[in-house]
């Protein structure tokens, strides 16, 4: 409760903030008041969403996904507002204390400088570009598939692989979907890569099993020459809702395994498989997740890579790339390719090839998006094909990775 009061109040002091600029450009009443029965509007879905109509036992919905966007594209706007609005406070204050204790006015107030206008102007026509982007990442951002493709080479790769695909998904998120056409035409871009193999590096679902069954048919239709593997992530466990017992979670974990085979996915839960061609083997290791912080840490690398040559090549499927960054990647045994999911991105930030890659997640994770290496190693951090939360994308788009194997030629 208490928390929900410091939340209300802040959300209340920014907007007040807000109005100000509104106000000063505006002193039709009807459009003050209409401001305010939008903002309580937009508070009140929001408080009723997350705490009143709030089930622990389901999670996150489509509803309370609407909510959180809606609240976003309402609110975020109004916080660049008060920065321009506040800016202009420090600087309105000093003069009119100036006014008061140095000329001796004792009516300083009265010469307190009125808002400016143009300084209103400039803080809603700045607040129109995170509304624009917000609004644009909500209804198109979020189906805006990307398919981003890599050319990796690597000295110790058998020449029967040389030149083998991967195609990559991660943190699918089914719980949130909402358009079915979209989805499709995600399935279909990922099948138009015509690769050997699909890789998928875990959250299946948002919290519960049952999230995945409309959208069993849909995915099954994927498609790839050597099969099709999978991981879980964090979402996966069913660690976040409230269940009536340890049973029906230790169920949901069940019925969620035999989804992914229904779907056609091996699912390696800390196992390996070999990949042969051409009396070449490729060695394909799946972890459970394993995260920093307080995520789960049911990954085993020692148990998952049982049985497998030292010098094998190895591709490694482990959902949190900070797992890469704290067991992998300075692990007794070489790993030269793990593909992770689990940041999303932030599903927000600014990317521009060649020139900027940012977003406010990368104060949480060291590898948060795209290819990094380290002394010969190689991670992707797919950035993820759905969404989680907020039901929008914006600048960080849905992933599709290819990735493209070569064997680098010794000069």
Same mark, same amino acid.
Do not use: C
């Given at each position: 409760?208490?928390?929900?009061?410091?939340?209300?109040? *802040?959300?209340?002091?920014?907007?007040?903030?807000?109005?100000?600029?509104?106000?000063?450009?505006?002193?039709?009443?009807?459009?003050?008041?209409?401001?305010?029965?939008?903002? +309580?509007?937009?508070?009140?879905? %929001?408080?009723?969403?997350?705490?009143?109509?709030?089930?622990?036992?389901?999670?996150?919905?489509?509803?309370?996904?609407?909510?959180?966007?809606?609240?976003?594209?309402? +609110?975020? /706007?109004?916080?660049?507002?008060? %920065?321009?609005?506040?800016?202009?406070?420090?600087?309105? =204050?000093?003069?009119?204390?100036?006014?008061?204790?140095?000329?001796? &006015?004792?009516?300083?107030?009265?010469?307190?400088?009125?808002?400016?206008?143009?300084?209103?102007?400039?803080?809603?026509?700045?607040?129109?570009?995170?509304?624009?982007?917000?609004?644009?990442?909500? +209804?198109?951002?979020?189906?805006?598939?990307?398919?981003?493709?890599?050319?990796?080479?690597?000295?110790?790769?058998?020449?029967?692989?040389?030149?083998?695909?991967?195609?990559?998904?991660?943190?699918?998120?089914?719980?949130?979907? &909402?358009?079915?056409?979209?989805?499709?035409?995600?399935?279909?871009?990922?099948?138009?890569?015509?690769?050997?193999?699909?890789?998928?590096?875990?959250?299946?679902?948002?919290?519960?099993?049952?999230?995945?069954?409309?959208?069993?048919? =849909?995915? #099954?239709?994927?498609?790839?020459?050597?099969? #099709?593997?999978?991981?879980?992530?964090?979402?996966?466990?069913?660690?976040?809702?409230?269940?009536?017992?340890? !049973?029906?979670?230790?169920?949901?974990?069940?019925?969620?395994?035999?989804?992914?085979?229904?779907?056609?996915?091996?699912?390696?839960?800390?196992?390996?498989?070999?990949?042969?061609?051409?009396?070449?083997?490729?060695?394909?290791?799946?972890? !459970?997740?394993? $995260?920093?912080? $307080?995520?789960?840490?049911?990954?085993?690398?020692?148990?998952?890579?049982?049985? *497998?040559?030292? &010098?094998?090549?190895?591709?490694?499927?482990?959902?949190?790339?900070?797992?890469? &960054?704290?067991?992998?990647?300075?692990?007794?045994?070489?790993?030269h390719l793990t593909l992770s999911g689990h940041t999303h991105g932030m599903q927000f930030g600014i990317e521009i090839p060649g020139w900027i890659k940012w977003s406010p997640v990368k104060?949480?994770?060291?590898?948060?998006? $795209?290819?990094?290496? !380290?002394?010969?190693? %190689?991670?992707?951090?797919?950035?993820?094909?759905?969404?989680?939360?907020?039901?929008?994308?914006?600048?960080?788009? /849905? !992933? *599709?990775?290819?990735?493209?194997?070569?064997?680098?030629?010794?000069?």
């Amino acid at each position: 409760m208490i928390r929900w009061i410091i939340f209300i109040a *802040i959300y209340l002091l920014i907007d007040f903030y807000a109005f100000q600029a509104f106000k000063t450009l505006s002193k039709n009443k009807w459009l003050l008041i209409i401001y305010w029965v939008i903002s +309580f509007f937009v508070l009140g879905y %929001f408080l009723y969403q997350l705490s009143i109509n709030f089930d622990k036992k389901i999670g996150l919905t489509l509803s309370t996904n609407k909510a959180i966007g809606v609240f976003l594209i309402v +609110f975020v /706007p109004k916080v660049f507002v008060l %920065f321009f609005m506040f800016g202009e406070d420090v600087i309105r =204050t000093p003069q009119a204390l100036f006014k008061f204790f140095i000329q001796g &006015d004792s009516n300083g107030v009265a010469y307190f400088p009125s808002r400016r206008k143009f300084v209103s102007q400039i803080a809603l026509g700045i607040a129109a570009l995170p509304f624009g982007a917000l609004f644009y990442g909500i +209804f198109k951002g979020k189906y805006n598939y990307k398919v981003l493709k890599y050319t990796l080479e690597f000295e110790d790769l058998p020449k029967a692989f040389d030149g083998y695909q991967i195609t990559q998904i991660s943190d699918i998120h089914s719980g949130s979907f &909402d358009n079915k056409t979209k989805i499709e035409y995600g399935i279909d871009l990922i099948n138009q890569q015509k690769s050997d193999l699909i890789l998928f590096t875990g959250d299946l679902v948002n919290n519960r099993a049952d999230e995945m069954i409309p959208w069993i048919d =849909t995915f #099954k239709q994927l498609k790839a020459k050597d099969g #099709k593997y999978s991981v879980l992530g964090n979402h996966d466990y069913g660690d976040y809702i409230t269940w009536e017992s340890d !049973e029906a979670k230790d169920q949901n974990l069940q019925d969620l395994e035999e989804i992914h085979q229904e779907l056609g996915f091996d699912l390696l839960l800390n196992k390996n498989r070999t990949l042969e061609k051409n009396n070449a083997k490729l060695a394909l290791i799946g972890v !459970e997740n394993w $995260g920093a912080g $307080g995520f789960k840490k049911a990954g085993d690398l020692d148990k998952a890579s049982k049985g *497998i040559a030292s &010098d094998s090549f190895k591709i490694l499927m482990s959902h949190d790339p900070s797992h890469w &960054d704290q067991k992998v990647k300075n692990h007794d045994t070489h790993y030269h390719l793990t593909l992770s999911g689990h940041t999303h991105g932030m599903q927000f930030g600014i990317e521009i090839p060649g020139w900027i890659k940012w977003s406010p997640v990368k104060w949480r994770y060291k590898y948060w998006a $795209g290819i990094y290496e !380290e002394a010969g190693r %190689f991670l992707n951090v797919n950035r993820g094909f759905g969404f989680l939360a907020f039901p929008g994308r914006v600048g960080i788009w /849905p !992933e *599709i990775t290819v990735i493209t194997l070569k064997q680098k030629k010794i000069v």
